[in-house]
């Protein structure tokens, strides 16, 4: 069965820190995965990742993908307030143009 | 430009109830997904409608679920004889045909809580 496994599933951290969020998964004919940030209820967009060990970098936040262990990292360095969210990882593969698989998220508090 | 917009924002209902949700797509785009999301879990996949042809409706929990969309725009989630567990945040987004994968804009959600 096809899987994302989000690690760890709620973090806290003091502003300033920098955080490590994972996302693993395990799907037939992968495609690219996705990382969005989902502050109170729409998820919004922060990056998509096709090709291994190229980082995908955007302000304070970067993201590689390791196709040959099937993960993913999404960093965030000088944590602010505001990064305060629930992050989503999702994955998509071949056989669809439009469904993704989602993991369950990784909330992350920050601390001032 | 506006975003995807959904209605109503929160909704509370008693057990049985029928409930219909509201989406407004992103102008232009053809796309158009439905989601469901309970309380400290993923996005589950409820329906996909492109363009004029036939909706995936493969992700729909039991026949008690429907969704219409007129045209390429407007878009209604109809949840009939509500049921507890259908309380959740039902989520509705768009993109561009997806002649391959499109970024998905989100609405803002409805949550449901069935009572």
């Known amino acids: 069965e096809d899987k994302v496994v989000q690690s760890p599933l709620s973090l806290v951290v003091h502003e300033g820190d920098t955080v490590t969020l994972n996302c693993s998964y395990e799907v037939t004919n992968f495609r690219s995965l996705l990382w969005y940030k989902q502050e109170k209820k729409a998820p919004t967009f922060l990056f998509m990742l096709?090709?291994s060990g190229i980082e995908k970098k955007s302000g304070r936040l970067s993201s590689i993908l390791d196709k040959k262990e099937l993960f993913s990292i999404l960093n965030i360095t000088a944590t602010q307030t505001g990064d305060s969210a629930v992050y989503l990882c999702a994955v998509s593969f071949m056989d669809s143009n439009y469904q993704l698989i989602w993991g369950a998220g990784t909330k992350l508090i920050i601390k001032p | 430009g506006a975003g995807v917009s959904q209605s109503p924002s929160n909704k509370v209902t008693e057990k049985g109830k029928d409930v219909e949700l509201r989406c407004d797509p992103i102008?232009?785009?053809?796309?158009l997904y439905w989601y469901r999301q309970r309380l400290g879990q993923g996005l589950e996949f409820l329906i996909y409608?492109?363009?004029?042809?036939?909706?995936?409706k493969s992700g729909l929990p039991s026949d008690r679920f429907s969704a219409e969309r007129t045209g390429e725009s407007v878009s209604t989630l109809t949840i009939q004889r509500t049921q507890q567990e259908d309380s959740a945040v039902y989520l509705c987004?768009?993109?561009?045909?997806?002649?391959?994968?499109?970024?998905?804009?989100f609405g803002p959600g409805t949550r449901l809580t069935v009572l």
């Open positions: 987004a768009s993109s561009l045909a997806t002649s391959s994968y499109n970024e998905q804009f």
């Open positions: 102008s232009g785009h053809t796309a």
């Open positions: 096709t090709s």
């Open positions: 409608f492109q363009g004029n042809s036939a909706p995936d």
